[in-house]
């Protein structure tokens, strides 16, 4: 709890223990009598001790022209029943304010704490390996490529690529699974992931501000100022709701006993009956329950979706990713690993050791899985220095300048761009065509494996509501049948580029409903265009590339496709729970303003209405953070 908290529930006890022996004796049920005076002045310690602050707000709301704030519409009330002679009533009401005040900013912490514990990955220092030995140095300054020192127990300050030793890593930071990941030499770990076992030396790959870390904490940090359509709605109905039942109050508590008044009908205690009847109309008009749970519900399934490793952008996200219906998906990286392995090379005039070799050397500047898989299968390492003039295609390959020689590597439409005639492949896998100084070299074979839950998570996807699935790639016709086969997927579409990946998404979104929603999920920095274009963005975050996760909206920060249907799940959640509350909330509302303008309802009921109802709503809101598990995987 924080101090302000802390604070506040010690005023709480110290005017709760004040009033409740007063609200006896005013009462009668105690045989003390004080006098009036003095009981007034007993009264006024509880109210101004738990509620100096929330006069204290009403007065700057005046003074800033925010006349219709919940604290002045509480502070009119209770003023307006301790004049009346209400003093328990009067007094009770603040406190119980407060309490839920307490209440809601415990609830909201609960909910911050579940986003700002990503903060934790953030490292502090970066061991930085140097001519001189170790140094410690800010992560913020240490360069790409530099080789920091790792040991157990401390977090991974930066992302790149283990060097030496092999550790198992704690990445429940990032992709909110608790199971340790084993690492060692080659293989890429992320700045956050925490150094369970073993020393580690690491060559670094990213600066700190593109680190993964940095980007969880910018997405997180952001997620909140982009509003869903719920939380807008709240914004605008409390505009309006609160001005007008503020003037109900009024009218209620002038008009009436004054035309009884004028028309002979007036008797004693006319105008305080009426008066305390507005009070009570004021208290329970106060719009706190939803003003406050609605964006907390919406708060809360972001931290609750952040804590299972998928980040959302914004509650506008959220309420959009709600009613998903159809799907498309990326192959690469997305239903498959990613992980590239050449299995053949076919009607080569040379070797296979120099086809790979030229290849790869054509190749080496870029990270996508393909060409790194070139680079693993050559004979020799590629030395850059012998490449010049690389040119690379979107959707096409590369084309570059080897030894002098014009290479140019990419799939069959390239082929044609460079004036060489491709030799089709009948084996399955993602066909490589090269060209040597614009003469057909033959072509290699890389194959992809499919990831393990990637058929489960389509089975989930038609369970949360799915009711289409597409399959996007721009690898060959062989090899996203081959694919989509696996995972169980009817409809794909092959050889697409860029643009043609978006002319499909285009042509899906025009045929679904206005209700219904299109996600897209990618992760190369060519799905980027598609991402953006989907009514929801979703990149696979661990591989994927800065382009696809800056276009996305959603990050699924472990590359596991079963987390879209679980995102799908929680989200749909959220919202359900958010749409409880306001109907709960407006309900009661307006149940007891009927009440209370006819005199069916007193101050106690007020407070029930009010402070009740906020209470609920927040607890209800709160379950958004819990987000269970999907089941285990059927072996």
């Known amino acids: 709890m924080e101090k302000e908290q802390k604070n506040l529930l010690i005023r709480i006890i110290v005017a709760a223990v004040f009033w409740v022996p007063l609200f006896l004796i005013s009462e009668g049920l105690v045989p003390v009598r004080l006098p009036k005076a003095a009981l007034i002045v007993l009264f006024l310690v509880p109210y101004l001790l738990v509620g100096f602050d929330v006069l204290r707000e009403a007065a700057e709301g005046i003074l800033h022209g925010e006349v219709f704030g919940e604290e002045l519409l509480m502070t009119a009330a209770t003023v307006g029943a301790i004049v009346l002679g209400e003093y328990g009533e009067g007094v009770a009401v603040m406190l119980l304010f407060q309490v839920g005040e307490l209440f809601q900013d415990v609830a909201v912490g609960r909910s911050r704490r579940s986003i700002t514990e990503l903060m934790d990955v ?5 061991v930085l390996e140097t001519e001189d030995g170790e140094a410690s140095a800010r992560p913020e300054d240490v360069p790409v490529g530099s080789v920091i020192i ?3 127990g401390e977090k991974i300050p930066l992302d790149g690529v283990i060097l030496d030793g092999s550790a198992a890593l704690d990445v429940s930071a990032l992709t909110g699974e608790s199971r340790p990941f084993e690492a060692g030499p080659g293989d890429a770990v992320l700045s956050g992931s925490v150094d369970l076992t073993g020393a580690l030396r690491v060559r670094t790959t990213a600066l700190f501000g593109d680190s993964t870390a940095s980007r969880i904490l910018d997405l997180a940090e952001n997620a909140a100022e982009r509003k869903s359509r ?8 409390a505009r309006y709701y609160t001005p007008i039942v503020s003037g109900a109050a009024l009218a209620i508590a002038v008009l009436p006993p004054l035309i009884m008044t004028l028309v002979g009908a007036g008797h004693a205690g006319l105008w305080r009956e009426w008066i305390l009847r507005a009070c009570t109309l004021l208290v329970i008009s106060c719009p706190c329950a939803l003003v406050v749970s609605i964006p907390l519900g919406f708060f809360a399934g972001l931290g609750g979706a952040s804590r299972r490793g998928i980040l959302v952008k914004g509650s506008n996200f959220l309420e959009a990713l709600s009613r998903v219906r159809a799907v498309a ?27 790979l070799e030229f290849a790869a050397l054509a190749d080496c500047r870029s990270n996508h899985p393909i060409s790194v898989s070139l680079r693993e299968a050559a004979a020799v390492k590629p030395d850059p220095a012998r490449v010049s003039g690389v040119e690379e295609l979107s959707g096409l390959g590369v084309v570059a300048r080897v030894d002098g020689r014009e290479v140019a590597v990419g799939n069959g439409k390239l082929m044609a761009r460079v004036g060489a005639e491709a030799i089709p492949c009948r084996e399955p896998g993602t066909i490589v065509h090269m060209a040597l100084d614009g ?28 009711t289409r699935l597409v399959m996007l790639t721009g690898d060959t016709p062989k090899a996203a049948e081959k694919a989509a086969a696996e995972i169980g997927i009817a409809d794909w579409r092959a050889g697409l580029l860029p643009d043609g990946k978006v002319a499909c998404v285009e042509e899906l979104l025009a045929q679904c409903s206005p209700r219904e929603k299109l996600a897209f999920v990618g992760d190369g920095i060519n799905d980027a265009p598609v991402l953006a274009r989907a ?45 409880e509350n306001i109907v709960f909330a407006i309900a009661v509302k307006l149940v007891c303003l009927v009440l209370a303008a006819l005199g069916l309802a007193n101050m106690w009921a007020a407070i029930a209405a009010d402070v009740g109802v906020m209470i609920l709503a927040v ?3 709160i379950r958004c953070l819990f987000v269970k598990k999907s089941p285990p995987r059927q072996e």
């Open 122 to 126: 953030r490292p502090d220092a970066a």
């Open 150 to 152: 790792v040991r157990p």
């Open 230 to 237: 719920s939380e807008n709605f709240i914004t605008r109905f």
């Open 329 to 355: 998906f990326d192959k690469t990286g997305t239903v498959t690993k990613g992980n590239f392995a050449v299995s053949a090379v076919h009607h080569s005039p040379l070797d296979d050791d120099s086809m």
């Open 439 to 466: 003469a057909y070299c033959g072509h290699i074979v890389i194959s992809d494996e499919v990831k393990p839950t990637a058929a489960r998570a389509v089975e989930e996807l038609g369970r949360a509501g799915v």
């Open 535 to 579: 009514d929801v963005g979703i990149a696979m975050g661990a591989l994927g590339s800065d382009a696809a996760i800056e276009a996305a909206d959603v990050v699924i920060m472990d590359d596991d496709p079963l987390k879209i249907a679980e995102a799908i799940r929680i989200s749909r959640r959220c919202l359900r729970i958010v749409r």
């Open 619 to 621: 607890l209800n809101a």
